[in-house]
Structures are given as C-alpha cells and as structure tokens.
C-alpha cells in the first residue's frame, strides 16, 4: 500500500527478507527508497517529526534481520552516480552510496588503478564500505578513502568527513562505533592510483603462483580474488545455496602474543595460521578456530548451518529463522570460547532486535 506524506513515496508492511542476501526477517513497518541526498533529509524528518526509528538499508549484505521486522522507517539508499576526476598522479573515484561495490571495483581496475582490487566479488553497495571498513586479502577501504559525504542527522545537514575524520580501525569505524546511527553515507570518494597490485594474502599468493604470474597486474589479482572468493562461496550466487549467508558472520580475532603462542604451542604438530599485526598482537583466522572446535564445513543443524566451501559462512538452508541463526551462531561462539579462550565478534549488523539476549552474547567481545 503505498502512502504519499509530503514529497515522500512510502510504503506499509514491506517484507525486508528478500531484500537481505540471508534470505531472513520479517517486515518494515515503513518504507521508502532515496535516490537523492534530499530524500534522506526528508527521510530522517518524517522519522524525526513523528518519534519513529529508522534504519538505513544498503545491499542488505552485511545484516540479520529479526523475525518480528523493523518496528520503524526502512530508508533503502538508492543514490546512483560515479564522477572520476584527476588529481596530480592519483585519480579520485567518486561514487554514489547506491551503487554496486564490485562494479566500483571492476571500473577502477580497467582503469589499472591499485588500491581496492582485492575488494572484488564483495556484495553490497558503496554506501556499506566505510561503515565497516570492508577489508579483506590484505586490504580495507579506509586506507583509500579521500571524503566521505553524509547526512549528519544531529546536525541535520550533509557534511564531508575527511578519513581522519571516520575513525578507520580493523573492521571498525566511527559510523558503527561512537557515533552510529547519527550518518546516513550519500557518496564516498577514492583516492586510487596507478601501480602494482597488493600480493601479501597467502590465498592471493598461491593462486597467482599457481598460474604461473610472477608480475601480475592488478586485473590479474582482481580475477583471482573473484576465483578465490567464488571457490569458497564468497560471492553471491542465486543458483548456490552456499552464498544464501552474509559472507563472513565472524570477524578475524586480534589477540596478545601471548594468547596465541599458548594456543601454538598446543597445536605445534599442524601448525596455527596467524599474521602478526604492527603492534605485534596476532590475527589468528576464525576459520581455523572454528573448525579447531568441532564445526566442519558443511555442518548443519536444522535450517542453519555452515558453507560446505567455508567455515566462516553461516547459511540459510531454507526456512531459517532469524532466531535459528543467532542460536546456532551462538553455539559456535560458545565452543571457540571454551577450547581456545577467544571471544569472536560477529560482522553483521543485527537490525529489529530489542535487549536480546543472543545478540548481545554474539555481540559482547569479553565475559
């Protein structure tokens, strides 16, 4: 049913499964799509004026949506725009929020710019990225990022947010920390510039040298990226039921040297992967701890389980509910704890859920 309130065009009870790559939820009490920077003001207005939460959904990617829905306005970002400019020896890619992520990443390797070329084959749209600081083989869209331009719903203004200005930390900015709920991203600019392509990923490393590529271009990496990602589900894919996920749901741990030389030295015969970070704490992938506890690739328990190509997918395999995921989710997190002492963060954003026990154990990064 749709309403017409002022220049808005919302709508009533829209099912928000579909629109969510983990195919779960329930509806949004509103509705409405921007495709301007002056609908999300009047967005946020309508919202404002009457007491009703809002949401603002991107590609619907990275996010769990409760059973029950979105008790307020659902603003589904649907600016659309790229401009490039030139800026000395660097170009400056500039996109608009709506747009798809891996078509901004195919566009900049055609133009054998280096920067975001192992961010191929992420889902989700351009508005998403600095939210999380989506990383991933070896590099994170905050060490690219020139300005992000945003809605201040505070202020109720748009305003440019310099890097320094997003509080960019692994997987972590100001947009999901201190200050979420407060921006609404309309545009995000790139500083992109010719060069050799990040090799440093051990996936990435031995793909390339598999195929014989000693000096690849950045083309080559982005192609190897997508092969990787699609060989472990990675990349969505209809006709896959290994891609119905939010692609990652756990973060990579950071823990102290010590954390992790004791979990070394209890699996000294196989070996534990890690990356030592410049701090000198350690990654230690969440794959290999939660296949280490008692989850193999393709475990299932009812209608949820993991990827048969990754451990770090959590899958709808049709009819999941919400409810299953977080208690499926929560059981892994629990067995990680219990044989390795490490609390796992989870990626997603858990959207319609009020003091919900499950989301804040998954949520909660020590007892």
């Known amino acids: 049913m749709a309403l017409t309130d002022s220049r808005l065009q919302l709508s009533a009870n829209v099912p928000l499964a579909p629109l969510s790559t983990l195919g779960i939820g329930g509806p949004a009490r509103w509705f409405v799509r921007a495709t301007s920077a002056e609908a999300v003001a009047e967005a946020h207005a309508w919202s404002a004026d009457r007491d009703v939460a809002l949401f603002v959904l991107g590609g619907g990617s990275n ?59 992420i889902p989700g749209t351009v508005g998403g990225t600095p939210i999380q600081n989506v990383g991933a083989y070896g590099q994170e869209v905050g060490h690219v990022i020139d300005a992000v331009d945003v809605f201040d719903r505070r202020e109720q203004r748009m305003t440019r947010l310099t890097t ?38 051990p996936d990435v490393v031995d793909h390339l040298a598999r195929a014989g590529m000693t000096v690849p271009t950045v083309a080559d990496v982005r192609a190897a990226v997508l092969a990787i990602r699609r060989r472990k589900g990675m990349v969505i894919d209809p006709a896959d039921p290994d891609t119905r996920s939010v692609g990652s749901f756990f973060m990579n741990p950071i823990v102290p040297r010590a954390t992790y030389e004791r979990i070394a030295a209890a ?58 995921v977080l208690v499926f989710a929560g059981r892994i997190k629990h067995q990680v704890i219990d044989r390795f002492g490490v609390w796992l963060r989870p990626e997603p954003v858990f959207v319609g859920f009020h003091d919900d026990p499950g989301v804040e154990f998954l949520v909660n990064i020590a007892s």
């Open 63 to 121: 996010l769990v949506l409760a059973d029950e829905g979105f008790d307020g306005l659902v603003l589904q970002i649907g600016l659309s725009g790229i401009h490039v400019s030139t800026a000395g020896a660097e170009t400056v890619i500039t996109a608009a929020a709506g747009e798809s992520w891996d078509a901004v990443v195919g566009d900049a390797v055609a133009r054998g710019l280096a920067g975001i070329e192992c961010l191929s084959g």
């Open 164 to 201: 320094a200005e997003c509080g960019f930390t692994y997987r972590m900015s100001r947009f999901k920390r201190d200050d979420a709920g407060r921006f609404v991203v309309c545009e995000v600019s790139l500083r992109l510039r010719p060069g050799a392509p990040t090799v440093t990923y």
């Open 267 to 324: 699996h000294a015969d196989g070996g534990v992967p890690s990356f030592v970070m410049q701090n000198d704490e350690v990654k230690i992938p969440a794959a290999w701890l939660i296949e280490h506890s008692g989850f193999a690739r393709g475990h299932v328990e009812g209608r949820v389980g993991l990827s048969t190509k990754h451990p770090l997918a959590v899958i709808n395999c049709g009819g999941a509910t919400a409810r299953d």
